[in-house]
């Protein structure tokens, strides 16, 4: 089956630097949300698309913009690259069927900012 | 807001053992509770999930969880342990409704020894 896909697996950054995170969801999937993990920390909600108009928003720094394109995939934009922004970012998708949502996780881009 | 609580960081278990992984919940009426499965620099892999109905669920790998609505919680467990089940476990936490966010819980690290 098919799953969620993320590119780049890893990045490597130096700070002061932008980045950008791809996500394409399982296909037929409508919404797109992204986590941030710390190292040995629980994911951390982000901000999420469903059909293309943002849903909801977490803690995203006002550095990071994201969005979500018609073809359903998703980018995340992150500017000023701190130290603190290392971390492992997942993309998840779900197809919404009457609210009974269950979210895919892809492998994660892991971002290392030097 | 709903949050998610596992009292235990690190549990150690022989090979062959019976496994539980406690999960409570804070929130005003039923959430949708999920477990997922992480190995070491990996992604989030859905181990199970319940919205409603049967308080009993089976997922994959032979696990099972049971949703207490008097104890709000949705403990997972295994009745006999593989080497390869050690990996670090989230439960979470989504509101039902369009495109919820999840809430992790700050995750168990399951050590198995042979």
């Known amino acids: 089956a098919a799953g969620v896909i993320q590119s780049p697996r890893h990045l490597i950054k130096e700070k002061r630097e932008t980045a950008t995170l791809k996500c394409y969801p399982i296909p037929r999937h409508d919404t797109v949300y992204w986590y941030q993990q710390g190292p040995g920390q629980d994911p951390q909600f982000l901000i999420s698309?469903?059909?293309?108009?943002?849903?909801d928003k977490g803690s995203i720094p006002d550095r990071f913009s994201a969005q979500q394109f018609s073809d359903y995939h998703s980018e995340l934009n992150m500017s000023s690259l701190e130290l603190g922004d290392s971390a492992l970012y997942f993309c998840?998708?779900?197809?919404?069927?009457?609210?009974?949502?269950?979210?895919?996780f892809g492998p994660g881009t892991r971002l290392l900012v030097l | 807001a709903q949050s998610v609580t596992q009292p235990d960081i690190h549990i150690t278990v022989s090979e062959g053992a019976s496994l539980e992984l406690r999960c409570n919940y804070s929130y005003g009426a039923t959430p949708y509770l999920f477990w997922y499965v992480q190995s070491p620099g990996q992604g989030l892999q859905l181990l199970l999930k319940y919205f409603s109905g049967d308080t009993l669920v089976q997922g994959i790998k032979g696990f099972e969880a049971e949703f207490k609505r008097s104890q709000s919680s949705f403990n997972l467990r295994k009745p006999s342990v593989h080497w390869s089940d050690a990996a670090e476990y989230f439960c979470?936490?989504?509101?039902?409704?369009?495109?919820?966010?999840?809430?992790f819980g700050t995750g168990t690290r399951l050590q198995v020894t042979l």
């Open positions: 698309f469903y059909e293309k108009m943002q849903s």
């Open positions: 979470a936490v989504g509101v039902p409704g369009t495109a919820s966010k999840l809430t």
């Open positions: 998840a998708s779900s197809q919404t069927q009457g609210a009974r949502e269950t979210q895919y």
